[in-house]
């Protein structure tokens, strides 16, 4: 089971504001809203904080990218002994 980075394991009530619609139909079907609303915020901090990331380290993911791409696998000649050595 991964740890979990974002949760402080304790809860805080807040106010937010969602479509009667949607509370009266959740509140029926049976479902958590404060449980549904924290899996979706984590999947967004999730989504922004890799998109975040990926922005950040661009440019070198970009040149190491270039790198491997004029000078090769460094580790290719790895894959012959993996594959010799296999139980295949």
Do not use: C
């Not at 479902?31 to 440019?59: D, F, G, P």
């Amino acid at each position: 089971m991964k740890p979990d980075l974002i949760g402080s394991g304790t809860r805080k009530p807040v106010n937010v504001s969602l479509d009667t619609g949607i509370v009266a139909t959740a509140r029926e079907v049976g479902i958590n809203l404060s449980r549904t609303t924290e899996v979706a915020l984590r999947a967004a901090i999730k989504t922004e904080q890799e998109r975040r990331w990926r922005e950040e380290y661009r440019e070198a993911i970009g040149r190491f990218t270039q790198w491997y791409e004029l000078a090769g696998d460094p580790l290719a000649h790895l894959a012959a002994l993996r594959w010799r050595n296999s139980t295949y």
